[in-house]
T-cell receptor
């Protein structure tokens, strides 16, 4: 069965510092991987996704993620965090079978301090 | 193009009451999903639909029913609400062949 682990429940970074959010997945075939962001009181917005091809994918708001098959990871990075990046971040995994719903991790809450 | 909308935005129920949450999408998507979000639990899939007239159970279906009579609408029903169903409910949809899910703004439900 597919699963997603986000090891960090809460991360605090200083504004301007770099950020890496970890995501490890378990999936029996080629995974489709996603990062979503949820601002307080809002729905989920897609940051980026990986289906195939280049393992480094660029997303919105200056985020990027790297797929590493050997480590079953899809970590999210940003070189310089802005205060507006404070939110909850969810990693999700799905598969090429059309009927397979996405499985989400429990999320990582990001706080940004001045 | 409103995307995915959810009605109502907030509701308070008493234990034992029933209600229906409406999800509507105007993107002609085949797939629709209902999730609940609880602190520290992430998003858990309640029910989903792969097309008009079809529904399937997700991870936490007990206490909920769903219907997809029209392609654009996906209804989530609580027949007899319980305090354990206090949560934020999110609807999502996606197109066939595109695995990206698009989310609604959520419905906050409080069951007293």
């Amino acid at each position: 069965a597919q699963s997603v682990t986000q090891p960090d429940i809460h991360i605090t970074v200083s504004e301007g510092a770099s950020l890496e959010l970890r995501c490890n997945y378990s999936y029996g075939a080629t995974p489709y991987l996603f990062w979503y962001v949820q601002s307080p009181g809002q729905g989920l917005q897609l940051l980026l996704k990986y289906f195939s091809g280049d393992t480094l994918v660029q997303g919105i708001k200056g985020f990027e993620a790297e797929f590493k098959r050997s480590q079953s990871s899809f970590n999210l990075r940003k070189p310089s965090v802005h205060w507006s990046d404070a939110a909850e971040y969810f990693c999700a995994v799905g598969g090429p079978s059309g009927n397979t719903p996405l499985v989400f991790g429990k999320g990582t809450r990001l706080s940004v301090i001045a | 193009n409103a995307g995915v909308t959810q009605t109502p935005k907030f509701r308070v129920l008493k234990t034992g009451q029933s209600m229906t949450l409406l999800c509507a999408q105007d993107m002609n998507h085949e797939y629709m999903y209902w999730y609940r979000q609880d602190p520290g639990m992430g998003l858990r899939l309640i029910h989903y639909s792969v097309g008009e007239g079809t529904t399937a159970k997700g991870e936490v279906p007990d206490g909920y029913n769903v219907s997809r009579l029209k392609k654009q609408n996906f209804l989530l029903g609580l027949e007899s609400a319980a305090p354990s169903q206090t949560s934020v409910y999110f609807c999502a949809s996606r197109a066939y062949g595109d695995f990206t899910q698009y989310f609604g703004p959520g419905t906050r439900l409080l069951v007293l």
